[in-house]
T-cell receptor, first 114, second 115 residues
Framework: DAGVTQSPTHLIKTRGQQVTLRCSPK?????VSWYQQALGQGPQFIFQ???????QRGNFPDRFSGHQFPNYSSELNVNALLLGDSALYLC?????????????FGEGSRLTVL | DQQVKQNSPSLSVQEGRISILNCDYT??????FLWYKKYPAEGPTFLIS?????DKNEDGRFTVFLNKSAKHLSLHIVPSQPGDSAVYFC??????????????FGQGTILTVHP
């Protein structure tokens, strides 16, 4: 039973560029949440997708956008990259529209912005 | 506005002894709390949780205590093992309303268990 998978694992971009990160949820899960973890900090909630719609959003600018596909997989897009966007981006999935409070996390995508 | 705080960045413990990791929160709307463990190059993995209607939850070597009046929770690991060395995150959620899946995390505590 595959857990949450994310790609790519590492990537390097320059300021102003755009990036797309991908996530496949754990089998049987229908809800995907994205988190940003800066160095030395805890993960911060970006947004959550359920039924292909953004259901709730954290305190992140509109440069951060996402998408959920019919197979429940999800993408996180970040436009006009800033140096401060360098972080580990974690995808987490859950069941029952997120009502099941236990989140399963992927290994993350490490983004470095130069 | 750090609503969940882990004030100890690191903790060092001898194998076999007790590890106590602490967490404080400020938002009284939080009603469910979780602990996650994270190894390097891996995503956080769920460890144990507690609902605000309880004051203690135990799972093997791991026990979480919740003091609602003090807005404080702690994770006890007894006995500690070298394999427990990891970063531990406290997280909270307001399970009512529409906050499903939106965890608020603390900064994490690095636990090192020495053989």
């Amino acid at each position: 039973d595959a857990g949450v998978t994310q790609s790519p694992t590492h990537l390097i971009k320059t300021r102003g560029q755009q990036v797309t990160l991908r996530c496949s949820p754990k089998s049987g899960h229908d809800t995907v949440s994205w988190y940003q973890q800066a160095l030395g900090q805890g993960p911060q909630f970006i947004f959550q997708y359920y039924e292909e719609e953004e259901r709730q959003r954290g305190n992140f600018p509109d440069r951060f956008s996402g998408h959920q596909f019919p197979n429940y997989s999800s993408e996180l897009n970040v436009n006009a990259l800033l140096l401060g966007d360098s972080a580990l981006y974690l995808c987490a999935s859950s069941r029952l529209g997120g009502y099941d409070r236990e989140l399963f996390f992927g290994e993350g995508s490490r983004l470095t912005v130069l | 506005d750090q609503q969940v705080k882990q004030n100890s960045p690191s903790l060092s413990v001898q194998e076999g002894r007790i590890s106590i990791l602490n967490c404080d929160y400020t938002n009284s709307m939080f009603d469910y709390f979780l602990w996650y463990k994270k190894y390097p190059a891996e995503g956080p993995t769920f460890l144990i949780s507690i609902s605000s209607i309880k004051d203690k939850n135990e799972d093997g070597r791991f026990t979480v205590f919740l003091n609602k009046s003090a807005k404080h929770l702690s994770l006890h690991i007894v006995p500690s093992q070298p394999g427990d060395s990891a970063v531990y995150f406290c997280a909270a959620i307001y399970a009512g309303g529409t906050s499903y899946g939106k965890l608020t995390f603390g900064q994490g505590t690095i636990l090192t268990v020495h053989p």
